[in-house]
């Protein structure tokens, strides 16, 4: 079982739709990253937080440190929101180094 | 003007080969990385270089060796390529190790 399970896998929206992408994990990390991938391959960072929420544009996401769980919300979803998105967590022990979620798929029909 | 480049963008070669791929920053940053993207698109840290000192090194075989002129500069050199290392290969940098990443473009290697 990988440490970061990320779901849904692949999630299909209609235009204009609340969508929560779910993260879990079994480690103790320091930091955890929302990515995102567009279809054309490149890799942008959206979030980094280890605490709270955090908010930008229509982009949410929280974390529950307790739980060992984060949330990336999209409200108002646009056909452009379409790529694949990455959690990623920052290890507290063990060389501090990241792992990464298989990753959620999101279409988002006009 | 670009915050984290790699050059080539491409790269197709035969097995065997030896190859290199080419990563710089103009962020002033002091850590970088090396990822994997393999074919089900897994992301997999390779190596992670702290002002040019190596700080993360996964279980990657030694045919792939990453070299760190400066702090703006993460090579990767492979040798004796084999069909399994096709992949695309990020390269990312942050500020130090607790900040936030940003990532290159990408290299598709593709190993005939």
């Known amino acids: 079982k990988n440490e970061v399970e990320q779901s849904p896998q692949n999630l299909t929206a209609q235009e204009g739709e609340f969508i929560t992408i779910n993260c879990s994990y079994s480690v103790g990390i320091s930091a955890l990253h929302w990515l995102q991938q567009h279809p054309g391959g490149g890799i942008v960072s959206l979030f980094m937080?280890?605490?709270g929420k955090k908010k930008h544009g229509r982009l949410i996401a929280t974390i529950n440190i307790q739980e060992k769980h984060s949330s990336l919300h999209i409200t108002a979803s646009h056909p452009r929101d379409s790529a694949v998105y990455i959690c990623?967590?920052?290890?507290?022990?063990?060389?501090?180094?990241?792992?990464f979620g298989a990753g959620t798929r999101l279409f988002v029909k006009a | 003007d670009t915050a984290v480049s790699q050059t080539p963008k491409y790269l197709v070669t035969q097995m065997g080969n030896d190859k290199s791929i080419k990563c710089e920053q103009n962020l002033g940053h002091d850590t970088m990385y090396w990822y994997k993207q393999d074919s089900k698109k897994f992301l997999k840290i390779m190596f992670s270089y702290n002002n040019k000192e190596l700080i993360i090194n996964e279980t990657v075989p030694n045919r792939f060796s990453p070299k760190s002129p400066d702090k703006a500069h993460l090579n990767l050199h492979i040798n004796s390529l084999e069909l399994g290392d096709s992949a695309v290969y990020f390269c990312?940098?942050?500020?130090?190790?607790?900040?936030?990443?940003?990532f290159g473009p990408g290299t598709r290697l593709t190993v005939l």
């Open positions: 990623a967590v920052r290890r507290n022990t063990g060389g501090f180094k990241t792992i």
């Open positions: 990312a940098s942050s500020q130090s190790r607790a900040n936030e990443q940003f």
């Open positions: 937080l280890s605490s």
